[in-house]
């Protein structure tokens, strides 16, 4: 069988060893590459049916859980494995509870790694085996808010949140300011917030560890 897989995580040796690994499990797979959240929406919108979808949660356009509570909103049919640095209990089981149908520490042997990568696609889900996993909770309601962002206006998020301002993110985009201001408005009314620090607090509150530097206050509409 032909599969589509999408490595997207933002260190490229990684990205090759993983790609590699990929190799070995299957036959001539068609291999993706992203090295942000824009880079992986820009492959899903190219193609929204991918067999799977290896994913690093610490990547430019993310914060934390983040993106994977966005492909869980938009892309729900899609499996998505999490490949992480960590081996962390409660990161994992947090990733458990946001929809992730496995998570593969980066230490992981290239034998489990492989046997991982085929029961997801086979339909199963995989987690380490000192993996305890504990009673899934209720998704809060910003998660779910977030999930509800169009792909558009949550890269808009990702550029707020890193301190860009209209006029950047419109031409980076290629779109009007105008565009951009709407998306913000649009961005506002789903998560329940009135200015960008709120909506900056909002995504932050998702990080799995504490982040490395303080938010700035960017209230303005420009």
């Not at 897989?5 to 090759?16: E, G, V």
């Not at 960590?86 to 042997?109: C, E, L, R, V, W």
Request: hydrophobic content about 40%; some cysteine; overall charge negative.
């Amino acid at each position: 069988m032909d599969y589509t897989i999408i490595i997207a995580d933002d260190h490229p040796l990684f990205r090759t060893a993983l790609k590699s690994s990929v190799g070995h499990a299957l036959q001539e797979p068609t291999i993706c590459e992203a090295g942000s959240i824009a880079e992986l929406q820009l492959l899903l919108e190219n193609n929204s049916s991918p067999d799977l979808i290896l994913l690093d949660l610490h990547m430019p356009g993310a914060h934390g859980l983040s993106g994977l509570i966005f492909l869980r909103g938009q892309y729900p049919d899609v499996p998505v494995v999490v490949v992480s640095a960590s081996d962390d209990q409660q990161i994992i089981q947090k990733t458990k509870n946001h929809g992730a149908n496995g998570f593969i520490p980066k230490s992981t042997p290239l034998d489990d790694l492989k046997s991982a990568i085929l029961k997801v696609l086979e339909g199963e889900n995989w987690w380490p085996v000192n993996f305890q996993p504990a009673e899934s909770q209720e998704t809060s309601d910003m998660e779910a808010r977030l999930a509800s962002l169009t792909p558009q206006q949550f890269r808009v998020l990702g550029m707020i949140s890193e301190g860009m301002l209209n006029k950047q993110i419109a031409y980076d985009l290629n779109v009007s300011e105008a565009t951009i201001k709407a998306h913000v408005t649009a961005i506002f009314k789903k998560l329940g917030v009135r200015s960008r620090t709120q909506a900056v607090i909002a995504i932050k509150e998702l990080e799995i560890e504490m982040p490395g530097q303080d938010t700035q206050d960017q209230d303005s509409p420009d």
